[in-house]
């Protein structure tokens, strides 16, 4: 386990680490609210394999940067960024220009205006989903959005970024949600792809079906989950209470990694955090290799890498 795996300028800090991605090529990806001391406030920082800083953008995100979702389309890769103090779901280039903004979901008639929804996070079908009979799915390209800190419900773009419906809402019945923080594609199994839900206050992973329809929930081993990503068979699950969790393919546990107790640790300095152990994962994602990447929800931003070891 290596703690602060990132190498920063003199002129960027790190303020509360909140999304990490890795492209194709082993960039890693940091969204990051930006730390007071910080002369730049850029709040994407991208890193080559070995941590070194290769270059940043987004200033305009400084404070309320949120998810980072990649995805990959025609052949090339793209950022998903949220910002849940801005009401902003931005698609942009790997150097961070604006391909597509999707506007507020106004059209669903669930808020009162843009100030109350505040996305959490994104998941996008892939362009290569198949449905249940092996066909190009007919939700290809299609943008899930978690509007977990806002009204808990769960928006649906197309590909172009129109509005198509909204499903989930407030609550912890079957289908409703509570603090949907994180969301993602699970193709695991090679079946029809589905929907799982970081539904973070209700201490559960909840699956739906790419129309809406509630699919089940995983409720053990988990304690405050808040995002996701997948590596063969594997589910890898940042637990905001201190650890990282890693599901097999029947979403049952594989291992705590870096279970740790203290949260109160998230706004002390550096130096009181304790090696080996995690104070508040926000997201994590598996590399190219299958080593992992995990960002926390401290003010002082710490990024660890979790060398995968044996098979």
Not at 136 to 158: E, N, T
Not at 197 to 205: E, F, G, Q, T, W
Not at 236 to 255: F, G, H, Q, S, W
Not at 284 to 297: K, Q, S, T, Y
Request: proline fraction near 5%.
């Amino acid at each position: 386990m290596e703690h602060d795996w990132a190498t920063l300028p003199p002129t960027h800090a790190f303020g509360n680490t909140h999304g990490v991605a890795v492209d194709s090529q082993g960039m890693v990806y940091i969204k990051h609210t930006v730390h007071a001391s910080s002369s730049s406030g850029d709040a994407v920082c991208v890193f080559d394999p070995a941590g070194k800083f290769v270059r940043s953008w987004g200033a305009e995100f400084r404070g309320g940067a949120h998810g980072l979702t990649l995805s990959k389309e025609g052949g090339g890769e793209f950022l998903w960024l949220s910002d849940c103090n801005r009401a902003v779901v931005r698609k942009t280039t790997l150097e961070g220009e604006t391909v597509l903004d999707l506007k507020w979901p106004e059209e669903s008639g669930l808020y009162g205006g843009a100030g109350e929804y505040k996305p959490t996070n994104v998941a996008v079908v892939p362009r290569d989903a198949k449905d249940a009979a092996g066909r190009p799915h007919a939700m290809c390209g299609y943008v899930f959005v978690a509007d977990g800190y806002g009204k808990s419900w769960i928006h649906v773009f197309d590909p172009e970024g129109n509005y198509v419906r909204s499903f989930g809402g407030p609550g912890n019945q079957r289908g409703q949600t509570s603090c949907p923080h994180g969301i993602a594609i699970d193709s695991r199994g090679g079946g029809e792809p589905r929907l799982v839900v970081a539904d973070r206050s209700n201490r559960r992973l909840q699956y739906f079906t790419l129309d809406g329809r509630h699919a089940g929930f995983v409720t053990d081993e988990l304690r405050s989950p808040c995002h996701f990503d997948t590596h063969g068979e594997l589910l890898l699950v940042p637990d905001l209470e201190a650890r990282v969790t890693l599901l097999d393919k029947d979403n049952k546990l594989v291992v705590h990694l870096g279970d740790g107790e203290n949260f109160g640790l998230r706004d002390k300095p550096r130096e009181q955090f304790v090696a080996g152990k995690f104070i508040a994962p926000h997201s994590a994602c598996f590399d190219n290799e299958g080593n992992i990447f995990v960002v926390e929800w401290v003010e002082v931003g710490r990024v660890t890498k979790l060398r995968r070891v044996g098979a």
